[in-house]
């Protein structure tokens, strides 16, 4: 038995071998594993303290100790020349402020974390984490962006100027021996590479992420108009340490660079301009002197072997046009022309504090056959968005090899050129196609290992985890979950990775606490949040249908409604306070764009015109409902009165977290009355509804007296049961709450009998006609890899393996296990890498028993619901707890902290 030691003992505790009952690991900054770059000098610092035995029960962090310092050799020696917390009497693991010193721009941090259990047991030392600082904004100046002598500044679509080859810039330069340290800071627009002595730099694909760069002169030119007064506009640059691929003598730096969405030439895109890129490389010897390599008019530039690529083009390479050696020191440049100056967008510049694109899954052909004209159809196992990589592939000097993605949506092609006779590998560098399945022609001999489809997307961690008995269950949450992935590229999550490849706000949203409960993108989605500031009307508040703005992008208030939902459902999920103090002016503007469409009997209706139209005539496109159900839609106004609700009452909780009390009160009236104006506009009170197709989700989801609320709730269900069949009948936002509020109001049968339909409409009936994606519509037209249905399937791990997030305890610091049981015998589980660790529910369901097994990880404390099944005796066994029955008698109740429990009801 460890002796319990009392606060004063345990402060005089050196860090000793580790004893704990944990270890910290996961160390991270800003949400990030070792951000080379970060805007702020004091980053928030966590770390998950991970039990050392899986019999541990009641672990507790009671302190902890963070030394930093400028260089991992220092840290290792016990020199902490940037800080030394000392031992912290503390809880926190979790955004820690960081209190040392600043590293200084273009400086590293070193850190490690000891913790301390309830017994004062060391953990000892945590592995070795570090951050970055960027350059300070001044030096920026100092380097010159540049481009190809033979592009102006104005994009191909506005100039209409022909497409020419993707540039290639390079320099040399001269080290007078090997680097103690070198970093180099860059950013290309709108894709770039970076190469160092014959070597590209970093495993990034698609960089840098997507922004509102700079101002535009076309955007009044679509039929989607808004006013170009956006809050803000930024580049965000790259950081990689090149320590190791530099070498004393003669070096080379170089450049490649693709149009991306900068010089987009498709017919629904705001072009920016034409491509540049900047480059600071920051070098340090080991006697303190430095040196630094600027990009600037001296760079030569040639035009590279990709003759043609763009997001919607495709990407051609014509390798007859190579130049081998480009990227090496001692490279004869001279017949190169003189790199451009080009104008430095309007963007701030800043850190990529985000996740990268990047190849994060490869698949195997499932077949290739030849057919009669003699090309090829190759197959794999499901729906991806990346390219086919040519590996090995023998050709001939002239070959030229088509491969065309096969995909209901439009998109661009590959194409290869061969040079000469021989074999080569391939894959292309500035787009992505969608694909399953491609047809490939102009090469003879070709098997099945000289192909392999590379899946990139935004390189997001997967962090939860459900499995069930069922297993059409696993296979909508399988696809879906590919979709998602498949529509995350530079830092937003677009409606369909091939048609339009668009941020749209309202599919951001709506899916958002799914993505959550999949993937860790805490980094993501407050990249894509500042996105949607940037892209707010400065004056008005308005928030656009898409973030950065594209002119392709319809929608209404449930859209912009995005800046009010979003960093409150990041707040519950993550716990972090900042992201609503960043966002909060934000949604005070957008919940008060909102009362400007106030009717007279309080509620909303939208009537957005195009913001070049004097007469303001109101544009479809821009006052959009509830979308894409599989029958009618409820009304707009009603659709409409829900998000000014939801909004307002978001900015009321965001106003409560941050201490404004009086905004919390006045944005908590506002949505009362909203509330209120909604029974009186919309209830029938002799039928009990607001009606059909998703219009009592939408009521029940604001929340209804306790004199009517029943009568909707029983409403509901009979849509779903009889009137529909037991399937769902609802728009992309009407299925974001309705499997919840059926499960809320006693009806968790029928959401899983519409969940697990396998006929029209249901994901199910996807699933039949081969789907390995989610599609836009039920009935299977148009996008067939759209995510946005995904928001319904939250329903999966909080209803029915129960685990919940809660708002006054916020990134689960302590949540709730409450399974909603579905009627039938079965599994559900559901594991999360939370905050604080791994914490998991699963649930089983035999007869009138049910089995409850529940894993809390150190920081955290569960409140658990053990469900009582129909006609069994209400009472529990199992480990040791003190129960106590919920109102209704269907749950009994406990609370439990750190370890691993299994639970019976009888």
Not at 61 to 88: F, H, M, N, P
Not at 129 to 146: C, H, V, Y
């Amino acid at each position: 038995m460890k002796k319990r030691l009392t606060l004063s003992a345990l402060c005089c505790i050196a860090v000793a071998a580790a004893a704990a009952d944990f270890t910290p690991v996961r160390l991270r900054a800003e949400h990030l594993d070792n951000p080379p770059a970060l805007d702020t000098a004091a980053p928030r610092l966590s770390w998950v303290n991970k039990p050392t035995d899986s019999a541990v029960r009641g672990a507790v962090q009671t302190a902890y100790r963070i030394v930093a310092s400028t260089t991992e050799r220092k840290l290792a020696a016990g020199d902490y020349d940037l800080w030394d917390s000392g031992r912290r009497m503390s809880e926190s693991s979790y955004l820690v402020p960081y209190g040392g010193k600043s590293p200084g721009p273009g400086g590293e941090c070193y850190w490690k974390v000891a913790t301390w259990d309830g017994t004062g047991e060391s953990s000892g030392w945590s592995a070795t984490a570090s951050w970055g600082l960027g350059p300070a904004d001044s030096t920026w100046t100092e380097s010159k962006w540049i481009g190809a002598p033979w592009q102006t500044e104005v994009p191909r679509k506005l100039s209409g100027a022909p497409t020419t080859p993707a540039p290639m810039l390079r320099t040399e330069f001269d080290m007078p021996r090997k680097p103690l340290r070198a970093k180099a800071y860059v950013t290309g627009l709108g894709f770039f590479e970076l190469y160092i002595n014959g070597r590209k730099v970093g495993d990034d694909k698609l960089v840098p992420n997507l922004t509102n760069y700079t101002a535009r002169t076309d955007l009044d030119r679509y039929p989607i108009v808004i006013s170009d007064k956006f809050s803000g506009s930024r580049v965000m640059y790259l950081a990689y340490d090149v320590t190791d691929i530099l070498r004393g003598g003669r070096n080379a730096i170089g450049a490649m660079l693709g149009n991306g969405f900068y010089d987009t030439l498709w017919a629904g895109d705001s072009p920016f301009g034409t491509p540049r890129f900047l480059c600071r490389l920051e070098i340090e010897y080991a006697d303190g002197s430095r040196q630094t390599v600027l990009s600037d008019d001296t760079w030569r530039a040639r035009p590279s072997a990709i003759v043609a690529d763009g997001p919607f083009e495709g990407e051609v390479y014509d390798a007859t046009f190579e130049t081998r050696g480009w990227d090496r020191p001692g490279f004869d440049d001279s017949k190169w022309q003189a790199a451009a100056l080009r104008q430095a967008p309007d963007g701030k510049l800043c850190a990529h504090a985000s996740p990268t694109d990047r190849i994060t899954a490869t698949y195997s052909p499932t077949s290739l056959s030849r057919n009669a004209d003699g090309s090829w159809t190759v197959r794999f196992p499901e729906e991806i968005s990346g390219w086919i990589r040519l590996r090995n592939v023998k050709v001939n000097a002239g070959d030229t090899i088509d491969i065309s993605y096969v995909s209901e949506s439009r998109q661009g092609s590959g194409r290869y050129i061969a040079a000469k006779n021989g074999r080569i590998d391939y894959a292309p560098r500035f787009t992505w196609f969608v694909f399953s399945e491609a047809v490939i022609r102009g090469v003879d001999d070709l098997k099945a290992s000289n192909l392999v489809a590379e899946a990139v997307n935004s390189d997001v961690a997967t962090t939860g985890r459900f499995a069930s008995s069922v297993g059409l269950l696993d296979s909508i949450n399988h696809i879906w979950r590919r979709s998602q992935l498949d529509n995350m590229h530079g830092g937003i999550a677009s409606d369909c990775p091939h048609r339009e490849r668009a941020p749209y706000t309202g599919d951001g949203q709506v899916s958002m606490p799914t993505v959550m409960a999949n993937f860790d993108v805490a980094a993501f989605y407050r990249k894509w949040l500042r996105d949607m500031r940037d892209a707010q009307n400065v004056e008005t508040g308005y928030v656009p249908n898409g973030a950065p703005w594209q002119p392709t992008c319809g929608g209404g208030p449930a859209w912009g409604a995005a800046m009010n939902i979003m960093p409150w459902e990041y707040y519950v999920q993550y716990g972090d306070s900042a992201v609503l103090a960043e966002n909060y002016e934000a949604m005070k503007a957008q919940a008060d764009y909102m009362r400007t469409w106030e009717t007279g009997r309080g509620t909303m209706d939208s009537r957005r015109g195009n913001a070049n139209d004097p007469e303001g005539k109101p544009v479809y496109w821009l006052n959009l409902g509830d979308w894409c159900a599989p029958g009618e839609l409820p009304t707009q106004e009603l659709v409409h009165s829900f998000y000014y609700w939801l909004c307002l009452h978001n900015t009321s909780l965001a106003a409560k977290v941050l201490g404004k009390e009086l905004d919390a009160i006045r944005y908590g009236r506002l949505a009362d009355n909203v509330r209120d104006a909604v029974i009186y506009a919309f209830y029938d009170s002799d039928k009990g509804t607001f009606g059909d197709y998703g219009a009592n989700v939408f009521a029940l989801q604001i929340g209804m007296p306790d004199s009517i609320q029943p009568r909707i709730a029983a409403e509901l269900a009979r849509e779903v049961a009889e009137v529909h069949g037991g399937h769902l009948h609802t728009g992309i936002f009407g299925t974001r709450y309705l499997f919840d509020q059926l499960a809320a109001t006693g009806h968790n049968d029928i959401a899983f009998t519409a969940m697990t339909k396998r006929d029209f409409p249901s994901f199910g009936h996807w699933l039949a006609q081969g789907a390995t994606t989610t599609w836009e519509e039920w009935n299977g037209n148009n996008s067939h890899n759209h995510p946005m249905f995904g928001g319904g399937l939250a329903w999966l791990y909080r209803r029915l393996a129960g685990v919940e997030a809660l708002p006054e305890s916020p990134g689960f610091r302590r949540f709730r296990v409450r399974p909603v049981p579905w009627g039938a015998d079965g599994m559900a589980a559901y594991e999360y890498d939370s905050p604080y660790g791994l914490l998991r529910s699963e649930i089983n369901y035999e007869g009138t028993s049910s089995e409850l097994k529940v894993t809390v990880p150190v920081g955290a404390r569960a409140e658990v619901w053990l469900p009582v099944p129909e006609g069994g005796q209400g009472r529990a066994e199992g480990d040791s707890a003190s129960w106590r029955p919920s109102p209704d008698g269907k749950w009994l109740v406990t609370e439990v902290g750190q370890g691993s429990y299994t639970f019976r009801a009888l």
